[in-house]
């Protein structure tokens, strides 16, 4: 079954508006929710981490948001740019595991 | 440096035959993970190798897939027998370390088409 439940599949937003994409999970066993962007021919790439000791973090235009007792996380893109067209992952893990658990993935277009 | 590399980037095979896919990881990385993606499906953990360590091979979803990793470094992921619901991106990513916070890089991927 799917740890880690994502959405929406996809997403259409204007140039320099926001994109948010939402995850929710069940296992309260996983402390690590990164992020990850995947443009097209290419591998994932780490964009942005959180762990549940903070409600949220903010790298630049990108932010997570956290919410441990909703058991859900969400990545907000500020004034999106068509550069930022890629799909876009969540994953979690807890301490010890030997892999990342992932979201099904959105893909995210910015019309200019 | 170098990042993840793999090879071939794109395998078309034949339903039956088997395939071997190859893994380069970033050098000095300790760990090495392989995982499936699927259309619409995300990724799929297959398995794990950490150093010396027996690996991980819970996520391997039938005895048709096997994989190796020699001295510590190359990994190759084998599926013998190939099947038409084998068709998917294989993706291969290494880390410095066991977990988190370790980041995984990824590589490119091969894409694996069963005909």
């Known amino acids: 079954q799917q740890q880690v439940k994502q959405s929406p599949q996809s997403l259409i937003v204007q140039k320099g508006g926001i994109s948010i994409i939402n995850c929710a999970y069940e296992?309260?066993?996983?402390?690590?929710f990164p992020w990850y962007q995947q443009f097209p021919g290419k591998g994932p790439a780490l964009l942005i981490a959180?762990?549940?000791?903070?409600s949220e973090k903010k790298e630049g235009r990108f932010t997570i948001s956290f919410n441990k007792s909703a058991k859900q996380f969400s990545l907000h893109i500020m004034d999106s740019q068509p550069g930022d067209s890629a799909t876009y992952f969540c994953?979690?893990?807890?301490?010890?595991?030997?892999?990342?658990?992932f979201g099904t993935g959105t893909r995210l277009t910015v019309i200019p | 440096g170098a990042g993840v590399s793999q090879s071939p980037s794109n395998k078309v095979t034949e339903k039956g035959k088997d395939v071997e896919l190859r893994c380069d990881p970033i050098?000095?990385?300790?760990?090495l993970y392989w995982y499936r993606q699927s259309l619409g499906q995300g990724l799929e953990f297959l398995i794990y190798?950490?150093?010396?360590?027996?690996?991980?091979k819970s996520g391997l979803p039938s005895d048709r897939f096997s994989a190796e990793r020699t001295g510590g470094s190359v990994s190759t992921l084998t599926i013998q027998r190939t099947q038409q619901e084998d068709s998917a991106v294989y993706l291969c990513?290494?880390?410095?370390?066991?977990?988190?916070?370790?980041?995984?890089?990824f590589g490119p991927g091969t894409r694996l088409t069963v005909t």
């Open positions: 990513a290494s880390s410095l370390g066991q977990g988190t916070p370790y980041e995984q890089y």
């Open positions: 190798f950490q150093g010396n360590s027996a690996p991980d």
């Open positions: 959180i762990r549940p000791d903070v």
């Open positions: 050098s000095g990385h300790t760990a």
């Open positions: 994953a979690a893990s807890w301490p010890g595991a030997n892999n990342l658990f």
């Open positions: 296992n309260t066993a996983f402390d690590y």
